[in-house]
């Protein structure tokens, strides 16, 4: 009897032993199916932002170094101040970011200069504009080909590119690791009047003419918009006057070589072979024909635009800059 009662009893605790390992188990893949399930649910609820989305989110900067909306072009960013965190790994180089447009697209940079060249090679182009002043002998200013430019003293018929847009795109260009990042965007190419006091005035006779292309460089309101001292750097003027505070708050000033030049890519407006350069002081320049066509030549920074859909990541900052993750 005693020993019915103890084997009922074991049996007993082996069907509870059992039944709690089930349980247990039960509970156990129950949870590790759930949490699985909320892993990838997660996963598929994260948005990859693109590049634009990605720095609108911090375009809200009002003082010091950032990413300002631009007072002059609604929808439009720009990274203003020392030394903002716009830096940017493409083609395995350390490139700065301008602007964002209003496309979505990316505007951006060389951190460096690629070396030394002229904007344009005397006699190359001897049709219209480009023969008028001494513009035949010295090389001309104006960057595109186009049936009419004028720069407000002088107009006519441009024939070709000039030869710096015709090394950048059709050579230069071709050597980029990161080429199918790269799309045409507008760059705008009119002149500008040297030592001029307003921005506004400016910036809409810089877009009274415009090349879409691959590869450009900054025209002077850019640099100048750079700045994030406006009451004393504002406008050409201010810039010239003010140089040895306005370079310390401008980041683009960084890439101008070492006593030496940087090309923009406007025209002056009372030559048809003068350039205007951003000068090792800080100053805007407005350089005759000698130098745009000369031997030398001054420094060179492309500037390009990046598909609006590529998606980035990283903080912008030297020491881990943004980087293209995709297109």
Request: charged content about 20%; some cysteine.
């Amino acid at each position: 009897m005693k020993r019915k009662i103890k084997r009922r009893k074991n049996k007993q605790r082996k069907i509870l032993i059992i039944g709690s390992l089930s349980i247990l188990l039960f509970l156990c893949v129950g949870y590790a199916a759930f949490s699985t399930n909320l892993s990838l649910t997660a996963k598929g609820n994260i948005k990859e932002l693109r590049g634009a989305e990605y720095l609108r989110k911090v375009c809200n900067q009002t003082s010091g170094d950032g990413l300002y909306k631009d007072i002059y072009e609604e929808g439009r960013c720009v990274y203003k101040g020392a030394n903002p965190n716009n830096y940017i790994n493409f083609n395995n180089e350390l490139w700065r970011i301008i602007s964002v447009e209003i496309d979505g697209t990316i505007k951006i940079i060389r951190n460096e200069i690629i070396g030394y060249m002229a904007f344009d090679t005397q006699g190359l182009r001897p049709i219209g504009y480009c023969t008028q002043g001494i513009a035949l002998e010295h090389g001309c200013n104006a960057w595109a080909a186009m049936d009419y430019f004028s720069n407000d003293n002088y107009s006519g018929k441009v024939s070709r590119d000039a030869e710096l847009n015709i090394y950048l795109n059709n050579t230069y260009l071709y050597t980029l690791s990161d080429y199918d990042k790269v799309v045409s965007g507008n760059y705008y190419i009119g002149s500008v009047l040297y030592n001029n006091s307003d921005l506004l005035s400016q910036i809409e006779n810089e877009k009274k003419y415009k090349w879409n292309g691959k590869v450009g460089l900054i025209n002077v309101s850019e640099y100048i918009r750079a700045n994030s001292n406006q009451e004393n750097c504002g406008n050409f003027n201010l810039n010239n006057i003010n140089s040895n505070t306005c370079l310390t708050n401008n980041w683009m000033y960084q890439i101008v070589p070492s006593n030496q030049y940087l090309w923009t890519i406007s025209p002056n407006s009372k030559t048809a072979d003068g350039m205007h350069d951003i000068h090792y002081d800080g100053k805007i320049g407005g350089q005759s024909g000698s130098t745009v066509s000369n031997e030398e030549g001054y420094g060179v920074s492309p500037v390009v635009y990046l598909n609006k859909n590529i998606i980035l990541s990283n903080s912008g900052t030297l020491e881990d800059p943004y980087k293209i993750k995709k297109v």
